[in-house]
């Protein structure tokens, strides 16, 4: 059993061992071939030799471990160079592995040399501690005292005044109301206005200038008017409407047919008229030159109008007048009347 062990650990040794392998043949020296004396083989064999080496541990008496090494040989022929190789390094490891075996087992009593070789070191003696000097203290240099700069003084700024808002106020009025106003088609509206506490002031969108005033303003349509005024550090505003009322219609074209034939009156006094004619809406005004000739209505408005004339009894001479129309065309119609004098 114990072989078997010894051949089975062997072989598993080959493949960590280093291996010297040399072919055997009939012309070298073999440690097991057969030698050219013997019969040859049938059929003829082929013959290799190996070595196999092991380190084998010795523990020492003294308690030491020594490491030795074991070199186990073997030979073997076979049929073929493959098979002689193996069966040599089968019996090399099974050599080696006895060796490593009897190594280990008989080192007290054949391996006295080898632990004598390796006695056991002596103690290492404890150094005696040298004493570490005290070193001299190095004086320290007194320091050379800095000059401390005297600081430059920094002027300090004057603070800038913060200027104080100055009160203002400002007012703007159409025909001295502060609310709208309303005036008719192309008439003309007064704008005034005030302030308190402005340098200057401007009204937009006329471009009327001047911390108070009152100008005329002739509108035919509405219009806003904004005062602005300011000074320093300040400003106000003011504004107001005005609106117009729609342009009236277009006059009607009129015509006129007035009657101005000379007209004798007798010196006892008498009552005569003027026709005038024209259409309806059309005006006329009318005017005597002189005073003893009355007329009535002096004014009119449409057609068949008609102006009444009186002269009283006349005291002297003949005397004359003259009645003048005017139509709302500008047109004028003259009538004279004379009254006879006294015989």
Request: charged share 10%; proline share 14%; net charge neutral.
């Amino acid at each position: 059993m114990r072989k078997m062990f010894v051949r089975l650990f062997a072989v598993c040794l080959l493949v960590m061992a280093g291996i010297a392998i040399s072919a055997c043949d009939t012309t070298k020296d073999c440690l097991t071939c057969p030698s050219s004396t013997s019969p040859p083989p049938t059929p003829p064999q082929v013959c290799a030799t190996a070595k196999v080496i092991l380190s084998a541990f010795v523990r020492c008496e003294n308690g030491t471990t020594v490491t030795l090494s074991v070199t186990g040989h073997g030979a073997a022929c076979a049929g073929t160079q493959d098979e002689a190789d193996k069966q040599a390094k089968e019996n090399a490891a099974i050599d080696a592995a006895k060796l490593k075996a009897d190594a280990e087992a008989n080192a007290n009593a054949n391996l006295t040399v080898v632990c004598r070789s390796n006695p056991t070191p002596p103690p290492v003696p404890t150094p005696t501690p040298v004493p570490i000097p005290t070193p001299t203290p190095v004086p320290i240099p007194t320091p050379v005292p800095v000059p401390v700069p005297t600081p430059v003084p920094v002027p300090v700024p004057t603070p800038v005044p913060v200027p104080v808002p100055v009160p203002i106020s400002a007012d703007i009025k159409c025909n001295g109301s502060d609310s709208p106003c309303t005036i008719a088609y192309n008439a003309v509206v007064n704008i005034s206005w005030a302030s308190s506490g402005a340098t200057d002031c401007s009204i937009s969108p006329t471009g009327w200038g001047g911390i108070s005033g009152v100008r005329p303003d002739y509108l035919t349509a509405q219009r806003t008017y904004t005062l602005t005024c300011v000074n320093s550090n300040n400003s106000a505003t003011d504004s107001v409407t005005v609106f117009v009322t729609p342009p009236p219609p277009p006059p009607v074209a009129c015509t006129y047919a007035v009657d101005t034939t000379p007209l004798t009156m007798g010196y006892g006094g008498e009552n005569a008229s003027i026709s005038i004619g024209t259409q309806a809406g059309c005006t006329w005004t009318a005017s005597v030159d002189n005073s003893w000739l009355e007329a009535s209505p002096l004014s009119g408005v449409g057609n068949n109008s008609k102006i009444g004339l009186y002269a009283g009894p006349n005291p002297g001479p003949q005397r004359v007048a003259t009645v003048t129309v005017r139509d709302q065309n500008g047109v004028t119609y003259r009538k004279v009347v004379t009254q006879l004098g006294r015989p």
